[in-house]
C-alpha cells in the first residue's frame, strides 16, 4: 500500500524505540561523516573572514548588478528548461508505449555522460560566424557580411542556458523517473475510476508524488549552475563564479572571493529551505505493490509521434550530434589514442571515479541511515544538510577548501613527529590521488545522498520495525532490509558520481599529484588554448566510459520494476 | 521480488576503488625537480626532454590554471614544489609577496638574462618575452592609419576594435603599463574610449580576434604576438593560416615608449626541496640552446640577448622598440586595472 498522509506519530516512536539500542554508535558515524565533509566546506566560510580588503564598495557600485542578474536568469531559465525536459520524458518512458520507448529509457540519460565544456565548444564551432550553419546560409542567400543578416549569437546567455540544459536535464529525468517507476500503480488507477484523464492523473497524482525526487533533481541542477565557471567564462557570461574568481585572481584577495562563494551558498540553503517548508510534513512509502507490473498506456498516432519526438529532441542535440562531431574532429587526431599517457590517463580517470563513486556512496548512506535511526536529532539533520553544499561551490575554491585542513594535519603531524621522534612524515595527505577522492566526495556528496535519501525515505517504518522486533540489530537490518529495498536509489547515485567525477576538472587539476592526468585534465590542457580538435580525442573517450556505466544501470533500474 | 543481480557492477566498483587507493605513484629517489606550473605542459615538454637529456635529472610537473600559489602557500615547509613556472608577471608578484620565493642566487642567471626581466630582489626571472600587438586588417587598414595604443581611442575606430576579456592577465597587464604611464584617470578615460569604439563584447582568446578580423567582423584586434607564429604554421588547423595572413602585424608607440611586454618566468620556492636541481634547471631555460627551442617551438622572443630569432619572427616581426619600464610596477597596478575593468563595463 502506498500512502500520502501526515507524519505518522506511530512511525517516529518506532523508529526511535528502534533507534534507542545502539543510538550512540549510529550517531558518532553520523556526525564524524558530516563534520569531515564540512571541513573544506568551512574552510572557505574562514577564508571569508579574511579579506585582503573590503571588496563590496567596488562591487556594489559597478558590477555587481550584472553579476545577479546574469546568476538568477541562468538559474530560472536553466531550472525551467531542466525541469520540463526531464519531467515530461521520464513520465513519457515510464508511463506510456510508443516507438523506440526502451530505448530511449536509457539513451535520455547519454547527454549526462558530455562535459557542459566541450559541448558549448562544439555548438560555438558549429553555430559561430565562421561556422558551418552560417556560412552555409551566407551561400545560400548570398549574403556577404554579418551585417546582410541577424542570427542569434551562440556566446550569450542564452546559449550558456541551452548548453548547461541539455546536459543537466538528466538529473531531473533520472530522479523523476525513479520516482515515477516507485510509485504505487494502484493509486493512479484509483484516480482513473474515480474519473481522473490521463493528463489529470498525471498532474493530480503522480506529479505531487514525484515532487521531493524532482525537487532533489531540479536543486542539483541548480548547484551545477551556480558552480560552473568553464561554460559561462566561454560564453562571457559574467555570473557570480566569474566574480568569485575575478576578486581571487585578479584583485590578489581570495578572502574576498570565498565571501561570494559562501553568499552563494547561503542562498541553495534559502532555496532548499524554501522547496522543504512548501512541501510541508507530506510523506510517502511504498509497499510491496510496486513491484505489480506496470500497465503502460498506449500511445498511437499523433500522440506516439508526438512522444518520440519529444524525447529524441534532447538525445539528438545533448549526445549525438556533439558526439558526431567530437568523432569527426578525433579523426584528424588518431595519433593520441597510440600515446602510452593516454592509456594511463583513461585508466586514472577509471579508476578514481569507480572510487569516488563507492566512497561517496557509503558517506551518503551513514549520513542517511544515521538521521533515519534518530530522527529527532535536529543538529545532526542540520549538519547533514550543509554538508550537501560543496557542491555549489566552484570547483576550484572547493579544491582550496580540500588544501587548506589537509595541509594543517599534515604540517601538524610532520612537526609533532620531528618534534618527538626527529623524523618528518612530510605531506601524507596532500597531493595524493586521496585528496582528488576526496574532493570529489564533498562535491558530490549532495548527488549521491539525493538519490539514497530519497530511496530510503520511501521504505516503510514498519519494516525497521517487523525486522527488529524480529531480532536483527540496525546494522543486520539495515545490510538485510534496506540495502535491498533501496538498491535502484543506491545504484542511481554510483552510477550519477562516477559520471560526475568523470568529467570533474578544476579541483583535480590543482590537487593532483606530480605527472598525473586524468582524462578531463589532458583535454583541459588542449581546450585552454582553444584548440578544440587536439582535445577531441580525450573527450570522446570521457563521453564512451561515461556511458558504459550509464547504460548498465539505467537497466538495471528498469528492471527493478519490469522483472516480476 | 525480481532477482537482479548487481554483483558484477559492485565487483568492478569495488576493484576500482582498492586499485585507485593503491596506485599512489611513489616519488622517486633519484636527482629530480619538482615544477607547478601555470604554462601547460605541452609547451614545456620539448625542453623538458632536453633538459633530461643533459643533467640525468627527473622534472616532475603540476600544470593547473589557478590555485598553485594557494597550494605552495599551505604545504608550508614541507612542499615538494621547487620552482614555479608562470605565463605572467602577476603570479610571481603575487607569489613574491607572499614570501614563498627565495632569491635565485646564480651569477650564470644573472648573466643570462638582462636586468629588464629579472626582479631587482633576485626572487624571480622572465624566460620569454612577449609583446602585445595590434593585429590589423591587410584590406582595411592602411598602413599608418593608426600608430599606438592611444589611437586605439580615437573614434574613428568605433564598432572595429576586438579583444579577449578585459579580464585576462594579458589585457590587465597592458592596462597596468598605461597606468603606471598616463596616470590612472587618462588609462580610465582611454579605457572608456576603447570599450566605446568595441566590436562586439569581449570575447574569446587571442587567436579568436585575429579570426574575426579575417571574418570581417572587426577591423583592429589586441593579441600577443607569438599566436600569429602559432597560427602562420598551424598545419592541423589550417584555417588558421589564413586567419594569420589576413592581418598585419603592428608594434605600437614605436616613436615613444615602445610596445608592451610581458614575460612567461620562474622561481624557485622559499622551502624548495632540490634547490641545486632547481637553479640547474633554471640555467639550463636561460642558456642557448633552451631559449632557442623557446622561440622555435613557441614563437615567443627569447629573454637572453643574442639568441638567434627565428626565421619567422625575424620576417614578421623584425626589430621593434620594447617598453623597458618594470614589470613589477606594471604587476602592482594589477588589482587597479581589474577595476578599472569594472568601473567602465569594459565586459559587459
Known sequence: MQTVEPQLTTQSQAVRTAGLRLPSNWTTLGWLVAVLVILPIAAVVWLAFNPSENIWPHLISSVLPVYVESTLLLLLGVGTLSLFIGVSTAWVVTLCNFPGRKVFEWALLLPFAIPAYVIAYIYTDLLEYAGPVQSGLRELFGWSTARDYSFPEIRSLGGAVLMLSLVLYPYVYLLARSSFLEQSINIRDASRTLGCSAWQSFFRISLPIARPAIAVGLALVAMETLNDFGTVDFFAVKSLSAGIYDAWLNMSNLGAAAQIATLMMLFVVLFIWLERTSRAKAKQFSGADRFKRLERYNLTGGKAVAATLLCSAPVLFGFLLPLGELGSMTLNHLDQFSDSRFLQQASNSFLLSSAAAIFTAILALLLAYSQRLNPNLAGLRFAAKLAHLGYALPGAVLAIGVIIPFAAFDNTLDSWMRDTFDISTGLLLSGTPFAILFAYSVRFLAVSSGSIESSLAKVTPSMDMASRSLGANSFDTLKRVHLPLIRTGLLTALLVVFVDSMKELPATLILRPFNFDTLATAVYQFASDEKIEAAAPGSLLIVLVGIIPVILLSRTITATRDAS | MPVVSTKPLSTVFAIGALAALTAIPQASLADEVNIYSYRQEFLLRPLLDA????????????????????????????????????????????????????????????????????????????????????YTSKERVAEGELSSYEDLADSKWAGRICTRSGKHSYNLSLIGSMIEHKGEAQAEAWLEAVKANLARKPQGNDRAQVKAVKEGQCDVALGNSYYFGAMLTNDKEPEQKEWANSVNLLFPNQADRGAHMNISGAAITANAPNPESAKTLLEFLTSEEAQRIYAEVNYEFPVREGVARSALINDYMGQFKADVVSLTRVAAHRSAAAKMVDRVGFDN
Not at chain 2, 118 to 125: A, Y
Open chain 2, 51 to 134: 633538459f633530461k637529456e643533459k643533467t640525468d635529472i627527473d622534472v616532475n610537473i603540476i600544470y593547473a590554471s589557478k590555485g598553485l600559489i594557494e597550494r605552495i602557500e599551505n604545504e608550508g615547509r614541507n612542499t615538494p614544489a621547487d620552482i614555479l613556472l608562470t605565463s605572467d608577471i602577476g603570479p610571481l608578484q603575487d607569489a613574491k609577496e607572499r614570501n614563498l620565493l627565495a632569491k635565485i642566487d646564480s651569477a650564470e642567471i644573472n648573466a643570462n638574462v638582462p636586468a629588464q626581466y629579472r626582479d631587482d630582489d633576485g626572487t624571480w626571472i622572465g624566460l620569454t618575452a612577449r609583446s602585445r600587438i595590434i
